[in-house]
C-alpha cells in the first residue's frame, strides 16, 4: 500500500503545509525547522505536567484546549506530558534512550529531524493511571478509549496505532498529532495509517 500512495503523491505533486507534511524515519525537518507560532498550553487552559511551559502551534494549542474541555465534561482528565521539541531537544531524548535501550530505542524514539514533536503539532497524553507519565498503561485506560473515539472531532489523529509495523514504532496510545478536524476526517474515512495518509497527500515542510 506505501507504494502505491508514494506513486499517488508523485503523480499529484507536493504541496505547502504544516498539517499535513510527512515525517518519519525517511522523511526529516531541517535542524534549524521550528514553528515561529508557538504559545505556551498552559496559556490556552491545558494542563501539562508539573506545570511545564510545554508549546504548540497557535491553531493545535487552540483545538487541543478544545479537545481536553471536552474530555473532561466527559470525566476524562487529559495532562500533557510532551508537545513541541526542538531538534537538539530530540537528540537528547534518543540519545539519552539509546545508551539505555541501544538499538532498541530505535523503535521508542524517533532520532533528531524525525520526530514529529518538531513540527509543534504532536502532544503526549497522560493522566492519574499512567502517574503522569508516558507509559502504556495509558492505552489502557478510559481516557485513551475516549481519545480514539473523539479526538478526530478535533483535528487530532493517533500517529502509531497497534499492529502497524510499517510506522517503525511500537504502538503509542498517548501520541496524538493535529492534522485539522477536516483532514482528520478524511483520514479516518480513508482507513489508512497517517503515515499512508501522509504519503499520499505529499505536502512539504512550510514553504
Same mark, same amino acid.
Given at each position: 500500500?506505501?507504494?502505491?500512495?508514494?506513486?499517488?503523491?508523485?503523480?499529484?505533486?507536493?504541496?505547502?503545509?504544516?498539517?499535513? &507534511?510527512?515525517?518519519?524515519?525517511?522523511?526529516? #525537518?531541517? @535542524?534549524? =525547522?521550528?514553528?515561529?507560532? $508557538?504559545?505556551?498550553?498552559?496559556? !490556552?487552559?491545558?494542563?501539562?505536567?508539573?506545570?511545564?511551559?510545554?508549546?504548540?502551534?497557535?491553531?493545535?494549542?487552540?483545538?487541543?484546549?478544545?479537545?481536553?474541555?471536552?474530555?473532561?465534561?466527559?470525566?476524562?482528565?487529559?495532562? &500533557?506530558?510532551?508537545?513541541?521539541?526542538?531538534? #537538539?531537544? @530530540?537528540? =537528547?531524548?534518543?540519545?539519552? $534512550?539509546?545508551?539505555?535501550?541501544? !538499538?532498541?530505542?530505535?523503535?521508542?524514539?524517533?532520532?533528531?529531524?524525525?520526530?514529529?514533536?518538531?513540527?509543534?503539532?504532536?502532544?503526549?497524553?497522560?493522566?492519574?493511571?499512567?502517574?503522569?507519565?508516558?507509559?502504556?498503561?495509558?492505552?489502557?485506560?478510559?481516557?485513551?478509549?475516549? #481519545?480514539?473515539?473523539?479526538?478526530?472531532?478535533?483535528?487530532?489523529?493517533?500517529?502509531?496505532?497497534?499492529?502497524?509495523?510499517?510506522?517503525?514504532?511500537?504502538?503509542?496510545?498517548?501520541?496524538?498529532?493535529?492534522?485539522?478536524?477536516?483532514?482528520?476526517?478524511?483520514?479516518?474515512?480513508?482507513?489508512?495509517?497517517?503515515?499512508?495518509?501522509?504519503?499520499?497527500?505529499?505536502?512539504?515542510?512550510?514553504?
Amino acid at each position: 500500500m506505501l507504494q502505491s500512495t508514494e506513486q499517488e503523491a508523485t503523480q499529484k505533486g507536493p504541496t505547502c503545509g504544516y498539517r499535513l &507534511v510527512l515525517v518519519d524515519r525517511s522523511h526529516a #525537518l531541517p @535542524q534549524d =525547522y521550528a514553528p515561529k507560532d $508557538l504559545v505556551p498550553l498552559p496559556d !490556552s487552559g491545558v494542563s501539562t505536567v508539573g506545570g511545564r511551559d510545554l508549546m504548540l502551534r497557535r491553531e493545535a494549542a487552540e483545538h487541543l484546549n478544545d479537545l481536553v474541555a471536552a474530555a473532561a465534561a466527559d470525566g476524562e482528565k487529559l495532562v &500533557v506530558a510532551s508537545a513541541f521539541r526542538s531538534y #537538539l531537544d @530530540q537528540r =537528547y531524548t534518543y540519545e539519552r $534512550l539509546k545508551s539505555i535501550y541501544g !538499538s532498541g530505542a530505535d523503535a521508542m524514539s524517533a532520532s533528531p529531524g524525525h520526530s514529529q514533536h518538531q513540527l509543534g503539532t504532536a502532544v503526549d497524553f497522560t493522566n492519574s493511571v499512567a502517574a503522569y507519565q508516558v507509559q502504556p498503561i495509558f492505552g489502557q485506560t478510559s481516557a485513551a478509549w475516549w #481519545l480514539q473515539n473523539h479526538a478526530t472531532q478535533f483535528g487530532f489523529v493517533l500517529s502509531y496505532p497497534p499492529g502497524k509495523d510499517e510506522t517503525g514504532y511500537e504502538f503509542e496510545p498517548w501520541h496524538y498529532r493535529y492534522i485539522g478536524v477536516e483532514n482528520a476526517g478524511r483520514l479516518q474515512k480513508s482507513g489508512l495509517t497517517l503515515q499512508e495518509f501522509l504519503l499520499r497527500e505529499g505536502v512539504l515542510p512550510d514553504c
